[in-house]
């Protein structure tokens, strides 16, 4: 690491609250119904950022509908707590899949190599498979913005390698600091 980011790091923010969305039809359907459904992508989440020593702000389970996800990322822009924010689901190819679709016209700053290393840690885990992940981050009203696949294994890998280690820097210059 070079003696910039050292002391970027050293000045970036310690205390970090964040937000959860799960982007899930299936899941979202079952909630509403009244069926008990599991969110381990959450979950896993919720406990990496807790971990970390920081607070989970909210979280919440929506479907793979572009209203829905462009409402909550909204609101959760809007919200004074919240300094990241997380979707997880809705990233693949297939045409019901649509959160970076929604969430990328928010992004005021786009970070390409967030989504370039993610692909790259993917290859060395799943092999061709890789090429069809879309994840993505950037900026906007000052806060971290991440979009990642809902596949548990993605997440933690993401979470460890790329996103706690890097949300306090992220957040430090996207306020102008």
Do not use: W
Not at 90 to 115: M, Q, R, S, Y
């Amino acid at each position: 690491m070079s003696e910039t980011s050292k002391v970027h790091k050293k000045q970036a923010p310690k205390h970090l609250r964040f937000a959860i969305v799960t982007v899930s039809t299936s899941r979202y359907q079952q909630s509403k119904a009244g069926k008990h459904t599991t969110d381990e992508s959450g979950d896993l989440i919720a406990e990496a950022i807790r971990e970390r020593g920081y607070f989970v702000d909210s979280r919440q389970l929506i479907s793979d509908n572009k209203a829905m996800i462009k409402k909550a990322l909204k609101k959760l822009l809007q919200a004074p707590t919240v300094n990241a924010i997380v979707f997880t689901g809705g990233t693949g190819i297939n045409p019901a899949d649509v959160t970076i679709e929604t969430v990328e016209p928010h992004i005021e700053k786009k970070l390409p190599g967030f989504g370039e290393i993610f692909r790259r840690l993917s290859f060395d885990e799943i092999g061709s498979a890789a090429v069809m992940t879309r994840a993505m981050a950037g900026v906007a009203k000052g806060k971290a913005v991440f979009s990642l696949p809902g596949s548990p294994q993605a997440v933690k890998m993401c979470l460890e390698r790329l996103i706690l280690p890097e949300t306090a820097h992220i957040i430090l210059h996207a306020r102008g600091r």
